[in-house]
């Protein structure tokens, strides 16, 4: 596991409302990633970062914002949730030519 | 058409028996990953493959880059190793990760 710790692991939340998952890492790996499962559409990448305050968007970036004030900190806001946006999220990180380290997952329900 | 597609979608199997997963991608890629993912549990790499052939326990990763493919084979298949397996491949810098749709294996006792 590399060390990675998502929290909360799992989360009821109300449409409308400001949600934020964290991501600490015990290592100084330079890249983090947020990703996102759903049955049909597999793994996809949300947002990722190549260093502090360093960030940039993946494949299914809208309604959701990240930051990374820290090195082992990678923090994925979802700043007024959607139905939609029921998922089960998964944190990562990584290096150059290494291979991926998963967090547990965070279950998110949005009711 | 996904970048990255494997086949079988689900896969069941009696326990001894020797399992192939494929995986074909469609884009350049610096490395191809397989992954390991338990029913309601976290992702656990189990291999990062570039060239050739990888091996750990019963569980060997093949690539061919010419023809933009990869396999996994388990031998001697245990129920323990029912899971769902995922190939995804890395591009360029940062390490991004896009990844099949995984391969639902149950290995029967």
């Known amino acids: 596991d590399a060390g990675i710790t998502q929290s909360p692991r799992h989360k009821v939340t109300e449409t409308g409302t400001p949600v934020t998952l964290r991501c600490h890492q015990t290592e100084n790996h330079r890249y983090m990633y947020w990703y996102r499962q759903d049955p049909g559409h597999g793994l996809r990448l949300i947002h990722y970062?190549?260093?502090?305050?360093?960030?940039d968007k993946g494949e299914v970036s809208d309604g959701y914002s990240v930051s990374r004030s820290k090195t082992e900190d990678f923090l994925l806001t979802l700043e007024s949730a959607t139905s939609s946006q029921t998922s089960v999220y998964f944190c990562?990180?990584?290096?150059?030519?290494?291979?991926?380290?998963f967090g547990q997952g965070t279950r998110l329900t949005v009711v | 058409k996904n970048e990255v597609e494997q086949s079988p979608q689900n896969l069941t199997a009696q326990e001894g028996e020797f399992i192939t997963i494929n995986c074909s991608y469609s884009?350049?890629?610096?490395?191809l990953h397989w992954l390991q993912q338990h029913p309601g549990g976290g992702i656990v790499s189990l291999f990062m493959l570039s060239s050739g052939k990888k091996k750990h326990g019963r569980l060997i990763a093949t690539i061919n880059i010419q023809e933009k493919h990869s396999s996994l084979h388990i031998t001697a298949s245990h129920p323990r190793d029912s899971a769902v397996y995922i190939c995804a491949v890395s591009r360029g810098g940062a390490q991004k990760l896009v990844f099949g749709q995984g391969t639902r294996l149950t290995i029967n006792p």
């Open positions: 990562a990180n990584g290096e150059d030519r290494s291979e991926a380290f």
């Open positions: 884009v350049g890629i610096s490395a």
């Open positions: 970062s190549y260093g502090v305050k360093d960030t």
